[in-house]
């Protein structure tokens, strides 16, 4: 029968749906577990291989088809076929299994709900009220999204069928894996009998009822009879474990496996599979056979690995022992295991029954997440009982290792090689710097380049690179400093993992040819008074007879940890002193940095130092503590192994430098630089009403012998009340809004990219000021729009928006203070664009190449020396005045002098807004000359919605 349309086909389904409804009592119908699989055939195509998999029950004469597979975009569902069934006496008697696949294509990204949906499942389910007339349902979700990347759904290579025994612990393992080398997880569910609606009266198979049916006490009905039974998943290796069962009868669960993907380090949930499965608890004595599996290993691609498996029963029936991993088939080198196929052997007279597993590994086995292997054991009784056991076997890809690294002294640059990476999988090399030497061999699984070694990365590389040249960006590395560095492999995605990170390698001091800052330190704390101490020695490693002694210097002095914006000469001399005090500056709110330049006694420049910026301390407030961080940009490392304590300071508010107590030390090495003071000084708590100030005494070295260390610096102070939930001052704009004649005037008559500048301005009142720590922006492209968060933790009062499309978008910004509270959001302020739109009174269509179209105003790519096409120099600066700006669209008509339409012309694809009327109307005839009036519509881009349209209307004069 053919189906011609959505209506008869939903029409003959639930006529084939009823005839199967109305016999299911006396077929005792047949639907006992299942799931749905997805294959993506290609990453280049949206065309995707559905299976559907049940297992089904034998005692009934129904077979599986004539069920709806929907595929969850809208299209007409498939009525599935009949399909025979393939018996399975190793799961019992009166078990099958059926498996249907079809080809299905998506229209385009998306997420989708496969389901398949048939009547009926089998009876007699203990858990769910009346099962024979209840519809069994499945599901997968797939999610087709260009930015995740190709995926196909997890595969379960364990039957959903077991068997168990009252009062027996129960186990089940899936033996799930997906073959991306995504992340997946699991976590149960309720089964369903349609989409959205789950089966009637469902209950955990340990509720009380299913054992007081038996007599069983329920407070003591666990395996040990210690406790009440539970019943349990294991999120990651996906175990199920029942202790234990009580009434014997069939139990149906469901449970999903979550499949995850790492991207841009946030996991992404790409999709799911459903499984519904069956449990069938008998009444019997019997044990459960146990396993003894190795421990989860970690190696590099290239290890063989052989184990040993061993299973044994404490009533000393045989055993089988079975091995389910993808590892068995995938390629190259997939792993092996013996006995194969599994046989039961015995476990009498203290023997063990024993697998061998074997696996060469290889580069192309490196990935992120470990792989599983599930063992199942089960024993040669009726019923038969089984034990799970999962291996994890992580393979991670083996260190770069080193050639040589070579110091370019002239440059102030390093030549860095390798050898050949070993696996040529790889997608990169990572290469990571640090100041002074870290020893660090990293420990089994330990892989990537871990954040206490306070390493740097500043490259990547690709893969078959050998070479890298670090001139620090252009800049030279540091004078005097000693820098170490370490290689990282990474692998691609959607496998993922990365190699233990290499042996250190080190070159000796940049040569000390130009200053080298020691210090710069906070001595006072104010937003109008406040001071930094700098400090550093003279280019020790200068050729004194090219740059002869005595030294002189200059500061430089720039707001941020790095910006070289708004620097300035704090002195307006050169010092013969190697040490600066900066007075007079705002140390609370605002970072500096500095640089040093040297002259020699000619009053030659020798060189100019690296850039140091002050140490920046942090607040943040929770209850009953204070979060402390800091952080400074320096040539020095603040992380060291010989001082890696930092100094934490305290006292109440309105103390000073001098008036702070020393209260703890912190191992930036193990904690970062980060201190949380919860009130372990004197083993006295923060009060929640009393603000407490905090200052940060940071310690470092270059790793230079001739430098002294610890390099010893402090941060201004900052002060935080605990459980703050107060929000701080909303800021205030102060913006000044598009000048568009200067725009006119300035501007080609089609810019590309565009700017807009922010500014605002800090609270007058005292209090409010010092609250604040950074500002938050926002933004609506167009008036109305909501307002979405845009740029985070922006420390300065101004902030230019870049490499915009155009000046259209409004902002709002809030203020955020020290313990993260956010402020209300300011009055909004919208740039806007500057639109124009001008058509001429006269053009003359003859062929003489003055005016020979109408058209508005355009692009004309003139220079000041350029003439127009009949000779005559042309104003550029008056093409600018005039020119088309910022036109979405436009609609033009021409009428004559008794209103009759002559000819119409409307924007878009290769047609102009410049209209380019060539004098000839709609059938194109030329029109004789004379007077003419048109109409024009014109939509331009601009901020607000409501002003977007407007109307034109002029005469023409058409001149022949």
């Known amino acids: 029968m ?120 089998n009876a007699g389910i203990l858990n769910m009220v009346n099962s024979v007339e209840t519809r069994f349902y499945l599901e997968t979700v797939i999610n087709i999204d260009p930015f995740l990347g190709c995926s196909n759904s997890p595969l379960l290579l364990v039957p959903p069928i077991d068997k168990a025994c009252t009062g027996a612990a129960w186990f089940h393992n899936p033996g799930a894996y997906d073959p991306d080398g995504d992340s997946i997880s699991f976590e149960f569910a309720i089964p369903k009998k349609e989409k959205g609606q789950f089966v009637n009266g469902y209950r955990d198979p340990n509720a009380q009822e299913f054992y007081a049916l038996t007599g069983i006490n329920y407070s003591t009905a666990n395996e040990t009879q210690t406790g009440p039974p539970t019943f349990t998943i294991n999120a990651k290796t996906g175990t199920i474990e029942w202790n234990a069962p009580g009434a014997p009868g069939e139990y149906n669960i469901a449970f999903l496996i979550k499949e995850w993907r790492k991207i841009q380090g946030a996991w992404i949930l790409l999709g799911y599979v459903t499984r519904d499965m069956q449990i069938i608890v008998e009444d019997c004595d019997n044990q459960r056979p146990e396993l003894e599996v190795p421990e989860d290993i970690c190696v590099e691609a290239g290890t063989l690995i052989t184990e040993e498996i061993l299973g044994f029963d404490p009533d000393l029936d045989s055993v089988k022992i079975e091995a389910f991993s993808q590892l068995f088939g995938i390629s190259p080198s997939p792993a092996t295991y013996t006995p194969n196929p599994p046989k039961f052997q015995s476990t009498k007279a203290g023997n063990q029954a024993k697998l061998i597993f074997n696996w060469q590994t290889q580069c192309a086995h490196i990935k992120d997440q470990p792989y599983q292997v599930v063992f199942k054991i089960s024993d040669k009784n009726i019923p038969s009982l089984v034990s799970f056991k999962t291996w994890n076997i992580k393979v991670v890809g083996p260190p770069p290792t080193w050639v040589n690294a ?113 210090k710069v330190t906070v001595d006072k704390t104010s937003n109008t008074d406040g001071q930094i101490t700098i400090k550093w020695r003279s280019p020790f490693d200068v050729d004194k007879v090219q740059f002869p002694p005595p030294y002189t210097f200059e500061v430089l002095r720039a707001q941020g940890f790095s910006s ?235 902030f230019i928006d870049t490499n915009l499309p155009s000046f259209a978008r409004c902002y709002k910004i809030t203020a955020v203070d020290r313990s993260g509270n956010e402020s209300e959001m300011s009055e909004q302020f919208c740039f806007d664009n500057c639109p124009y739109y001008e058509l001429p009174n006269v053009f003359s269509p003859n062929g003489d190449c003055y005016n020979a179209n109408f058209s508005a105003f355009g692009d004309v790519k003139l220079d000041e020396n350029s003439f127009d096409p009949c000779g005559s120099k042309r104003d550029i600066l008056d093409v600018r005045k005039k020119c088309a700006r910022f036109v979405e669209k436009v609609s033009f008509t021409v009428f004559d002098r008794w209103g009759k339409e002559l000819y119409t012309y409307e924007s878009g694809g290769e047609r102009s807004i410049l209209i380019n009327w060539d004098g000839k109307n709609n059938s194109g005839v030329e029109v004789p000359g004379g007077v003419y009036f048109y109409s024009a519509e014109v939509v331009f881009d601009v901020v607000d919605p409501s002003q977007k349209n407007k109307t034109y209307k002029g005469w023409v004069h058409l001149l022949r």
């Open 2 to 121: 053919r189906v011609t349309n959505k209506k008869s086909f939903f029409f003959i389904f639930f006529l084939v749906i009823g005839a199967v409804f109305f016999s299911t009592k006396a077929s005792a119908t047949h639907l006992r577990a299942g799931e749905i699989t997805v294959r993506r055939l290609s990453c280049t195509s949206l065309t995707f291989r559905i299976t559907i998999t049940v297992y089904t029950n034998t005692g009934s004469d129904i077979k599986f088809g004539e069920g709806l597979l929907d595929y969850g975009d809208g299209s007409q569902p498939h009525v599935t076929p009949i399909v025979e069934n393939t018996l399975r006496p190793d799961l019992g008697p009166e078990v099958a299994t059926v498996s249907y696949s079809i080809n299905h294509t998506y229209s385009g990204p998306g997420k989708y709900t496969i389901s398949y949906l048939e009547p009926n499942r």
């Open 406 to 518: 070579t110091v370019d002294l002239g440059n102030r640059a390093t030549d860095l090689v390798w050898d050949s990476y070993a696996c040529t999988n790889a997608q990169k090399i990572e290469v990571w710097r640090r100041v002074d030497s870290f020893t660090f061999t990293p420990p089994e699984c330990v892989t990537g380049m871990p954040d206490f070694l306070g390493y740097t990365k500043i490259a990547d590389v690709p893969a078959t690179a050998t070479t890298y040249r670090d001139s620090n960006g252009g800049k030279g590395l540091a004078p005097g400093a000693a820098y170490c560095y370490r290689l990282v492999a990474v692998f691609p995605f959607p496998g993922g993992g990365e190699s233990y990170v290499s042996d250190e390698i080190c070159i000796p001091p940049i040569l000390a040819d130009a200053p080298v800052i020691t």
């Open 564 to 798: 070289q914006l708004q620097i300035l000469k704090p002195h307006p001399g050169r010092l013969t002193d190697s040490t600066y005090v900066d007075s007079g500056i705002n140390t609370e709110e605002i970072v500096y940095n500095y640089r040093i330049i040297a002259f020699d006694a000619n009053n030659t420049r020798v060189d100019t130092s690296a850039t140091a910026s002050s140490v920046r301390l942090e607040a943040g407030s929770e209850f009953e503590q204070i979060s402390l961080a800091w952080a400074a940009d320096v040539p020095w490392s603040n992380k060291t192994q010989d001082y890696p304590m930092h100094l934490i300071y305290r006292g109440p508010m309105g103390s000073t430098e001098s008036q702070l107590v020393l209260i703890d030390s912190v191992n930036v090495n193990e904690k970062q630089f980060s201190y949380v003071d919860a009130g372990q000084f004197n083993g006295v708590p923060l009060d929640n009403t009393q603000t407490y100030c905090y200052r940060v005494l940071t310690r470092g070295a270059y790793g230079n012998p001739e430098i002294e260390e610890p390099l010893l610096n402090f941060s201004q102070i900052i002060c935080a009340q605990p459980n703050d939930n107060e929000p701080p001052c909303v800021p205030t704009l102060e913006i000044i809004a598009n000048n568009c004649d200067e725009f006119f005037n300035s501007n080609s008559c089609d810019p590309k990219t565009f700017s807009n500048t922010l500014q605002w301005r800090r609270p007058d009142d005292p209090v409010c000021r010092a609250d604040i720590r950074s500002y938050n922006i926002y933004i609506a492209n167009r008036v109305g729009d909501p307002f979405e968060p845009y740029a985070t933790n922006v420390r300065d009062t101004f």
